[in-house]
């Protein structure tokens, strides 16, 4: 199996609503983004599906190190053999990767979020700098679309943080800043064991309405110029919005379920954004 193999297994066996928009770039721009989603989903599957957090914490410093030596011309991992070839063509560096890193250590010594200045500096390292890079290789010409790709991917963390809270219950592991808990009353044993409020309804549907205004703060930072070039993180941003609406629409089940579109829903809103180029 060749990297470009390895890296395309990677990205299109998760089910990602980013594979999605990864098919209608160029070849090199989709060969790009696809390497670095699969770094991506490496080092974040490390913390998911590794039980031991001393052997997490072990896999993870030697993806620092990985990213390190690649860097330096000697790649290893399929992974970044298949993404070092761009890295000059799309002004790749590695402290995006080693930030992407951190995140996901931070998933090793911390289940709480003291308040959302704290959460967000989480979702800048897993999310922001994620779209930052993302940018860069849909085809960004314009400095001013890095704090809308910035803002768009920490949209999209909230997302994932609303659908999985049920699924990071069963991992211990609450991302709802705890001041926000009190706000609503609602304690963290009745998370870790999955139950549903009338309080809890309230608290998600707060989380929802963040969210959302994130979305409509992102787009309203997007330059017109970079509009074309960014179709990719547009059709990302149709497809989790309907998502984070589908959430909501069905009064947030997400203790006990996880809400997710279909493979044809999600390939017509990117489809749609593509050729009509509207949500």
Same mark, same amino acid.
């Given at each position: ?10 990205? &299109?066996? &998760? ?83 080693? &930030? ?180």
């Amino acid at each position: 199996m060749t990297p470009q193999d390895y890296v395309q297994q990677k990205a &299109s066996a &998760s089910g990602s609503s980013f594979y999605y928009a990864f098919l209608f770039l160029p070849p090199q721009r989709r060969a790009a983004i696809t390497a670095f989603y699969a770094f991506c989903r490496e080092v974040d599957d490390v913390v998911d599906e590794v039980t031991d957090p001393g052997v997490a914490a072990t896999k993870l410093a030697w993806w620092r190190n990985e990213v390190r030596v690649a860097f330096a011309g000697k790649p290893n991992h399929p992974v970044t053999q298949a993404l070092m070839p761009y890295v000059a063509e799309f002004g790749l560096e590695e402290k995006s990767l080693q &930030s992407v890193i951190d995140g996901c250590e931070l998933d090793l010594t911390q289940t709480r979020y003291l308040d959302y200045p704290n959460l967000t500096r989480y979702c800048h390292l897993v999310a922001g700098v994620v779209g930052e890079v993302s940018a860069k290789i849909f085809g960004q010409t314009d400095s001013a679309t890095t704090a809308y790709a910035h803002k768009l991917g920490q949209a999209f963390q909230l997302t994932n943080i609303i659908r999985d809270v049920g699924e990071d219950a069963l991992r211990g592991r609450i991302y709802l800043p705890v001041t926000e808990l009190q706000q609503f009353d609602v304690k963290a044993h009745e998370l870790l064991n999955r139950v549903d409020s009338d309080r809890f309804q309230a608290l998600m549907q707060f989380q929802a309405a963040r969210a959302h205004a994130l979305y409509d703060e992102a787009l309203a930072l997007l330059p017109a110029d970079d509009w074309q070039h960014q179709k990719p993180g547009l059709m990302m941003a149709s497809i989790y919005r309907t998502l984070l609406r589908e959430i909501e629409a069905k009064k947030f089940p997400v203790l006990k379920q996880r809400v997710a579109l279909t493979p044809l829903r999600k390939l017509w809103l990117a489809w749609k954004m593509q050729a009509l180029g509207r949500f």
